[in-house]
């Protein structure tokens, strides 16, 4: 049973920071992919971040290069996200997801919501 958990999610100020966490069960991550992805109101799901477990290389969407850092423990198969230099238009729901390389993002979490405001 595959299974990807969420937290950390809330509210904070323009400016401020927030971690986000996802859990990972019933899989080794080795061969994997994981990313986050994120959904505001009335716009398209985009992908934020992702990193490789085999290897550590991450990505990263362009809005947020400089002010998010993506990053894994493999001994606890936990991936975060440290989201820095926080702004309104970040405020989303917040998904993990994890893929096969080279395959879709076949694994999906219920996210956590992320809400950027003064």
């Known amino acids: 049973d595959v299974q990807l958990q969420a937290s950390g999610g809330g509210l904070v100020q323009p400016g401020g920071s927030l971690r986000l966490s996802c859990a990972a069960s019933?899989?080794?991550?080795?061969?994997?992919?994981i990313a986050w992805f994120r959904q505001a109101p009335g716009k398209e799901r985009e992908r934020v971040a992702q990193?490789?477990?085999?290897?550590?290389?991450?990505w990263y969407l362009d809005s947020v290069k400089g002010r998010f850092t993506i990053s894994r423990d493999n001994t606890q198969n936990m991936v975060y996200l440290q989201m820095n230099s926080l702004k309104p238009e970040d405020t989303a729901v917040y998904y993990c997801?994890?893929?096969?390389?080279?395959?879709?993002?076949?694994?999906w979490g219920q996210g956590t919501l992320v809400t950027v405001s003064s």
């Open positions: 997801a994890a893929a096969v390389l080279g395959r879709p993002y076949d694994y």
């Open positions: 990193i490789r477990f085999v290897d550590g290389s991450t």
């Open positions: 019933g899989f080794t991550l080795g061969s994997y992919a």
